[in-house]
């Protein structure tokens, strides 16, 4: 489909990719941030699979950017070739043979045609952050695949080291690990002054968000290339973008909030050096060109269920480990990069490992009505990662029978299955 893939590390796996299909019909892709998966594995497989390859990220702004990528490399118009699809928004056309999708969407899909006509592949992309639609999303294609189309393609895309697990779970599937060709990157500790928590019960204080902003003035004395700053959320892009006004370089922001138009922006290369202030979305789904310096806040906005109040929503956390690793290899792809991390060397061997799956700390209201829908309310012979708790399962059937979602044997009542309808 491409004529002359990009040479980016991925395209050293593309042959081993496509003899995995050939013999297994799955495959895992392991490869770090910006090594070039999104790009190329969907083409690839529209190669091998043949017909229509379905691709999911878990955001929409990850979605259209994604297509737009594929489109420019064909050299065609997003909704030709390559098109995407996400609430709201929709550029696909009868000639489209790799569309792009969210994780939630293609469940509402897979729920209303669980056979996937005309669908010949799906790849499911960052698989690692874990996420409740992403997970079970895998596991109703491999339910899927197992009971109805066996001929479903499916393919795993991880850039962390948890290749293996997921490839158990596609029933052994061949794993593709591509290293990647990162540059070194420079850690300064950045940590706050005596006296500054970066979270109190109000959320992120103005002085920790003030002392990200100073630790970009210094990145920026310091070092030469554009600066990708991270903090939790939308409210914070703002506040550390309003705080840099003055610096004599572009400021731009980067969240799911934005605009179409504003989100292009940001990921378009232009002249002249900028900084670019971001939420996790820039961590691996996206990558922001031009990047020689990373800010990380090394805070995250993550799902919780609050067992003791019935009540779920998001809180702002530290980061993992992993998550950092990450969040600092986004400056070394262009060359040696530097990372300043905004907490102590010291705090930073507190950190967990690895981000708690959602499954495992989130509110599971939706998972619930999903699974009751599709018939396994207590999610019996699904091929899940990790299984739900069953105390906070429980407590979302409680839920979903109070509104008359499910009946009395967890079963999708007509008020269930038209609020499972509802556009992801």
């Known amino acids: 489909m491409l004529d002359e893939p990009p ?51 878990p955001r929409r702004i ?108 596609l029933g052994g599937a061949p794993v593709i690990d591509v290293p990647g060709t990162l540059h070194p990157v420079t850690t300064s500790w950045a940590g706050p002054p005596p006296g500054v928590l970066p979270v109190d019960d109000r959320g992120v204080t103005p002085a920790f968000l003030a002392h990200v902003a100073a630790t970009v003035r210094r990145a920026l004395a310091e070092r030469e290339g554009d600066v990708l700053v991270f903090v939790p959320g939308a409210r914070e892009v703002d506040r550390v973008c309003r705080a840099l006004v003055g610096t004599g370089v ?9 605009d179409a138009a504003a989100q292009d922006d940001a990921l378009r290369e232009r002249p002249g050096r900028r900084v670019v202030v971001a939420t996790a979305v820039a ?81 599971l209201t939706g998972l619930a009505l999903d699974l009751a829908v599709w018939g396994t309310p207590d999610a019996a012979g699904l091929s899940l990662l990790d299984p739900p708790p069953s105390a906070a399962l429980d407590a979302a059937r409680r839920t979903l029978r109070d509104l008359g979602a499910v009946d009395a044997d967890g079963r999708a009542t007509d008020r269930g299955r038209s609020l499972a309808d509802v556009p992801a």
């Open 250 to 258: 572009d400021v731009l922001a980067l969240h799911g909030r934005l």
């Open 62 to 169: 990850a979605a259209r950017a994604a297509a737009a990528r594929l489109a420019h490399l064909l050299g065609e118009s997003v909704g030709e070739t390559v098109g995407y699809a996400v609430r709201g928004d929709r550029r696909t056309s009868s000639s489209t043979r790799i569309e792009v999708v969210t994780s939630g969407l293609l469940l509402r899909r897979l729920q209303a045609d669980p056979g996937l006509d005309g669908v010949s592949a799906v790849v499911l992309d960052e698989v690692h952050e874990r996420a409740l639609d992403s997970d079970l999303l895998l596991a109703l294609l491999l339910d899927v695949r197992g009971a109805l189309r066996e001929d479903l393609a499916l393919v795993a895309m991880s850039a962390t080291v948890e290749a293996e697990r997921f490839a158990a779970l």
């Open 7 to 57: 040479d980016l590390p991925v395209r050293a796996g593309l042959p081993a990719l496509a003899a995995a299909l050939d013999a297994a019909g799955t495959a895992v892709v392991q490869a770090p941030p910006g090594s070039g998966k999104t790009t190329l594995v969907p083409p690839a497989v529209a190669l091998a699979a043949g017909g229509r390859v379905v691709v999911t990220q």
């Open 283 to 363: 961590e691996s789904s996206l990558t922001v060109p031009g990047v020689r310096v990373v800010v990380d806040a090394g805070l995250s906005r993550e799902p919780r269920y609050d067992a003791g109040r019935g009540l779920g929503g998001l809180v702002t956390v530290r980061v993992s480990r992993a998550a950092a690793d990450q969040r600092a290899g986004r400056a070394g792809r262009l060359g040696p990069g530097a990372a300043y991390r905004c907490w102590s060397e010291a705090d930073h061997a507190h950190l967990a490992a690895h981000p708690a799956p959602e499954i495992a700390v989130a509110d």
